[in-house]
């Protein structure tokens, strides 16, 4: 399933705005709406995890959520919007997640060298993560706008048209940025 499937577009983007007004029996018609779509990303994220890692899809789902609820201040715009922030909300929950692992487990920048295989793609994945991350920190600094376009495409699974909709621009202007975007981050990436 993908974004553009869910319920009704309409429904969804009118329960966000009623929930955005204090409505909570908006929020409780939401939250089954859009369930399916939030576990399709933890999912995404957590194939990229570590095979022993502490959260499960369902837990960054309940986690996201915690997050989302105490957004007293945001104006969801549309569906979009709203699976954009969740998605950046659970990279944020993983990435903290796994520097505190590596605080706790490996004495914090120290790498522990391990005979076992699956520790050592469990701390090469926690690493991968935390260079991403900090490789899109640097992005942002650089150009905030692509940032947020790797944010919603890669992490919120959004189409182009959908990123252009969220960061009102046009699709051609996101599709023109993405790429731009991944080569740095590919440079980036590749040259530590």
């Not at 993908?2 to 908006?26: F, H, K, M, Y």
Request: proline share 2%; aromatic share 8%.
């Amino acid at each position: 399933m993908n974004i553009t499937s869910l319920p009704s577009v309409l429904e969804i983007t009118q329960l966000l705005r009623a929930w955005n007004t204090g409505d909570c029996a908006a929020l409780d018609q939401l939250i089954p709406l859009v369930n399916a779509e939030l576990h399709r990303l933890a999912a995404h994220y957590m194939r990229h995890q570590a095979p022993d890692h502490v959260l499960q899809a369902t837990a960054l789902v309940n986690e996201a959520w915690l997050k989302l609820i105490d957004w007293q201040a945001a104006t969801w715009q549309n569906r979009a919007h709203f699976f954009g922030v969740a998605a950046q909300l659970m990279r944020r929950i993983l990435v903290d997640e796994a520097r505190r692992q590596q605080a706790e487990k490996h004495g914090g920048n120290i790498l522990r060298v391990s005979m076992s295989e699956v520790e050592f793609l469990a701390q090469k994945k926690q690493h991968d993560l935390l260079a991403l991350d900090d490789a899109l920190h640097a992005l942002a600094a650089f150009d905030e706008r692509r940032s947020h376009i790797v944010e919603l495409r890669f992490f919120g699974g959004l189409s182009i048209e959908e990123t252009a909709e969220v960061l009102k621009v046009s699709p051609r202007t996101v599709a023109r940025e993405w790429r731009l975007a991944q080569a740095w981050l590919y440079r980036e990436l590749t040259q530590k």
